[in-house]
């Protein structure tokens, strides 16, 4: 029996080593749909699914400023709607979003706005824009995308792990930036502690039901721009209803990869995470690595899981 | 690229209109344009190299334009969010494109001594290197380019559109110029050419050497000193006091017309001694002459909760300085109060006479009052 104080963070893994490449929707699908059931404790999707998420219209936030190379995978987005599909939700009550049309497009994404099949589109679009009134945490005082605050009952939050040359980390927290109308303000020191307050606002807590990480391919330095010079593969997702937890565990593998390419840790960097420790402190959830539990699993190719190792 | 022509008619001068989005953009400021006037509506922003940054050793790059210096990797914008780093050239996003355009006049800059009773054609782009908790054009200010509804206003129609309106003047202005200054800068340069004056309306944090260099192509600057204590400007500003007060030393050093104002925000900024330190700095580096003006606060972006400035909070604020010497002290968003308009320090007669933005009497001669011969520092 787990301890019921204690945040869960579920990180499912390619069993492959040697597997270098994007994952293909059946490969995400695959993944996610293991990663929900453990992190429900459901037997089946469906149910884990019911769990996680009350019916509504669903956002999926993503994270496109690095363009196709280094941006929440379409392949992603895709597993992640055909598994809700199957559970019941329609497809136009699902919006891919982010902060631009634009960001989305060269990411690889479609643009639909309509009222047939799955939508997406950023924040900019016609009729969109951001919230009338200012919301407040802390420091940060901003806008809010009407995406959160108008148009989806729930969001999954569908960060890329990668290097960040401010906040150290970008994972969850960092990737709500995108939702905000002047996330400039809120970057230096090591985007401390304003990537806690952002996760704060009122939009944003309240609705964001799930985290998912992509951490297939991470951008361990020089992010969160592209620079493959930079790149390595861990192939895997992190999912957990905690987003603190998640970045936590997030953390765990990029500084992993860090030291096996001989680079100094975020804090020797000048990058300490240091806000992850802010969000804790007002109640976003759990940084504390040994409050959290991890369950890692490795699927192989035919799509049995096996308890993993999370490095 | 995608364009729209707005036609407006035969606004009246200091009307202020607001566009209809059609895009959920955060809405520019159009209007007050005194004659019909096309206005290009533009999605795309500009992509100019900026000026005043350098690449740094391991990548990304350092804006020097303002004290802040921020360091900014591939794809990331500095603190002012109107300047991107793309693949280690940082560039300007908002070079011709403003999202407000006005026809004001002077006074209302404000900037008393600097050819009283005419107009400015009053520009800004969005973003701001600050961020005041009283901001009142936050709605621009505090806004990315892409969240406003910005125009195609390249420098040579500016200066051709002031030419053929006679209007003499060009101002950069409502939000923080020092964000748009290449664009600033390329508009008044051009504009001296032709004749047509150019005013910064500023917070004055910039670094030194693009300030020299745009003083060259300046008349006026008239510096929001939104405090004299560091802590104001930490925590209402995000900002710091010391590189703006060197700002205004060289602004005054350079010979460009300088004017101040001071937003005094209750129980924030309000205090005796700020005055009496205020007025002595202004006394000891800038000399008796330097116009001041104190300006009466109403609530508003992130401070809603204070009352306006109480009368009484402004005019001891105008008697302190005016006890220390300083000869030019004015009260403002207070109209009809007698401290709007400007009196010879020698023999007390009234020599500009001013209700709200309207001059109803001007006694000077020249640079001279015209009851004693008193010369009066400005630009006439």
């Known amino acids: 029996m787990y301890n019921i104080d204690m945040s869960r963070v579920i990180v499912v893994k390619w069993a492959d080593r040697n597997h270098r490449r994007d994952f293909t929707t059946e490969e ?74 634009d960001e989305l ?24 824009g951001y919230s009338r009134d200012f919301y407040s ?48 303000k809120y970057h230096i020191p090591n985007c401390d502690p304003y990537a806690a307050h952002i996760s704060n606002l009122k939009p944003i807590k309240s ?105 | 690229m995608m364009k729209r022509r707005y036609f407006l008619k035969c606004l009246g001068c200091g009307a202020v209109l607001t566009a209809t989005s059609q895009t ?55 603190y002012c969010g109107v300047r991107e780093n793309r693949k280690d050239v940082y560039h300007t996003l908002v070079y011709g494109r403003p999202c407000a355009v006005n026809i004001d006049p002077i006074e209302k800059k404000p900037l008393f001594h600097f050819y009283p009773g005419t107009t400015a054609f009053s520009l800004a782009t969005a973003g701001c290197n600050c961020n005041c908790k009283f901001c009142q054009n936050y709605d621009i200010s505090q806004s990315r380019p892409e969240q406003t509804d910005n125009m195609n206003l390249p420098p040579e129609e500016i200066v051709s559109s002031c030419l053929s309106r006679k209007v003499p003047i060009i101002a950069y202005t409502y939000s923080e110029p020092v964000i748009f200054y290449e664009y600033m800068y390329d508009t008044a340069k051009l504009g001296r050419e032709k004749g047509i004056k150019s005013v910064m309306i500023t917070g004055g944090y910039i670094e030194k050497d693009p300030l020299a260099d745009l003083l060259n192509h300046l008349d006026a600057v008239k510096v929001d000193l939104k405090a ?3 802590g104001y400007y930490k925590n209402i500003v995000d900002s710091e006091l010391r590189p703006i007060l060197n700002a205004i ?40 002459d330097t116009p001041l003006h104190f300006s ?52 007390g007669k009234v020599l500009i006479e001013r209700a709200g933005y309207r001059i109803l009497q001007n006694n000077l001669k020249g640079n001279y009052c015209s009851y004693c011969g008193h010369e009066i520092p400005g630009r006439y």
């Open chain 1, 28 to 101: 995400y699908k695959t993944l996610i749909d293991y990663g929900l059931r453990k992190l429900a404790g459901s037997d089946s999707v469906s149910g884990a699914v019911s769990k996680c998420l009350p019916v509504g219209v669903i956002g999926f936030k993503t994270n496109c400023l690095a363009r196709k190379f280094n941006s929440t995978p379409v392949a992603l987005c895709d597993a992640l709607a055909e598994t809700l599909g199957k559970c019941g939700f329609e497809e136009n009550d699902i919006i891919i979003w982010d902060r631009s049309n």
């Open chain 1, 137 to 184: 945490s802390g420091k940060v005082n901003s806008l809010v995308s009407r995406i959160l605050t108008d148009l989806v009952n729930h969001n999954i939050n569908l960060p890329i792990l990668k290097d960040h040359s401010i906040a150290g980390l970008s994972g969850g927290l960092k990737n709500m930036y995108g939702a905000i109308n002047n996330p400039n």
């Open chain 2, 296 to 347: 009466r606060f109403y609530p508003q972006y992130l401070l809603k909760d204070l009352p306006p400035t109480p009368e009484k909070t402004l005019q001891m604020a105008h008697d302190i300085c005016r006890a220390e010497g300083l000869e030019y002290v004015y009260l403002g968003n207070l109209p009809r109060h007698p401290a709007e308009s400007t009196y010879c320090p020698k023999c």
């Open chain 2, 24 to 78: 959920g953009l955060i809405p520019g400021i159009i209007g007050g344009i005194q004659n019909a006037w096309a206005l290009d509506f533009t999605h795309e922003l500009s992509d100019m190299e900026a000026r005043y940054y350098k690449k740094l050793e391991n990548g990304g790059v350092e804006c020097i334009l303002c004290p802040r210096h921020c360091r900014v990797t591939d794809l990331e914008r500095g």
């Open chain 1, 105 to 128: 497009e060269k990411a690889g994404f479609k643009l639909n706005a309509s009222s047939f099949g799955r939508r997406c589109f950023g924040t900019n679009s016609n009729g969109v």
């Open chain 2, 228 to 230: 004299i204590r560091d």
């Open chain 1, 207 to 311: 609705k964001n039901r799930l985290t998912i990480i992509d951490a297939v391919r991470i951008q361990y330095h020089f992010g969160p721009g592209f620079d493959n010079r930079y790149l390595d593969y861990y192939n895997g997702l992190i999912l957990s209803d905690d987003p603190v937890a998640a970045d936590r565990v997030a953390l765990e593998i990029l500084e992993y990869f860090r030291r096996l390419h001989n680079l100094p840790s975020l804090e020797q960097d000048n990058r300490p995470v240091k806000y992850l420790d802010s969000a804790s402190a007002i109640g976003l959830g759990e940084s504390r690595l040994e409050n959290i539990i991890i369950d890692t699993a490795v699927i192989d190719s035919d799509g049995r899981a096996s308890t993993g190792e999370l490095l």
């Open chain 2, 249 to 288: 030393l060289q602004i005054k050093k350079a010979g460009v017309w300088l004017e101040l104002v001071y937003l005094v925000v209750p129980t924030l900024n309000d205090s005796e001694s700020e005055f009496k330190d205020l007025a002595s700095w202004i006394k000891t580096n800038l000399g008796l």
